[in-house]
């Protein structure tokens, strides 16, 4: 899928995943290191994605520029039915981004699956933060185990395309 049918396509509550650096993903077994929320649409009706990072916390951008601005491999994952465009996905991400953004929680989530063990989840990173969005908009079929979530663990979730140029 390319960059401007992501464009075409994409409805909040879709999710976009990045593989990491080397260095994660061989660290987490992970395909995908990092995970975004396209969450509703600004004063243009321009598409928005937020998103939780190390160094910027939680942010918002334009998803042409967020897209423009990615230099690793991207997937495009539709989210689940019941979640695709919901007009709950349009509040609630204001709402979980004013919390913190959880350095030691990432450390101990790397390993946790390192060692195989479960994670309870209870900072907010990447991963947790789409978790709960989703969760608070209420949809029951995406929610497995209830474990906490890495970002790899989305692409059970949703039918997903590589993103090109």
């Known amino acids: 899928m390319t960059r401007a049918e992501v464009l075409?396509?994409?409805?909040?509550?879709?999710?976009?995943?990045?593989a990491g650096p080397w260095y994660i993903r061989a660290l987490t077994c992970e395909s995908a290191s990092h995970v975004a929320l396209v969450a509703g649409y600004d004063c243009d009706?321009?598409?928005?994605?937020?998103?939780?990072?190390?160094?910027?916390?939680?942010r918002e951008t334009p998803l042409e520029e967020w897209l423009a601005t990615?230099?690793?491999?991207?997937w495009f994952g539709i989210a689940p039915?019941?979640?695709?465009?919901?007009?709950?996905?349009?509040?609630?991400?204001?709402?979980?981004?004013?919390?913190?953004?959880?350095?030691g929680e990432a450390v101990w989530a790397w390993v946790c699956?390192?060692?195989?063990?479960r994670w309870a989840g209870r900072g907010q990173i990447c991963?947790?933060?789409v978790q709960r969005v989703w969760k608070a908009a209420k949809s029951a079929n995406w929610m497995g185990d209830g474990r906490a979530?890495?970002?790899?663990?989305?692409?059970?979730?949703v039918i997903s395309y590589p993103v090109t140029e």
């Open 127 to 129: 991963s947790t933060y």
């Open 70 to 74: 990615r230099r690793t491999q991207v």
């Open 113 to 117: 699956r390192i060692i195989g063990r």
């Open 45 to 58: 009706d321009d598409l928005l994605v937020t998103e939780y990072t190390y160094l910027g916390g939680w």
């Open 81 to 103: 039915g019941n979640l695709r465009g919901a007009q709950a996905i349009g509040e609630l991400p204001w709402a979980y981004g004013k919390l913190g953004y959880g350095f």
């Open 149 to 157: 979530m890495y970002p790899g663990d989305f692409f059970d979730y």
């Open 8 to 18: 075409a396509t994409a409805l909040p509550g879709d999710i976009l995943l990045v």
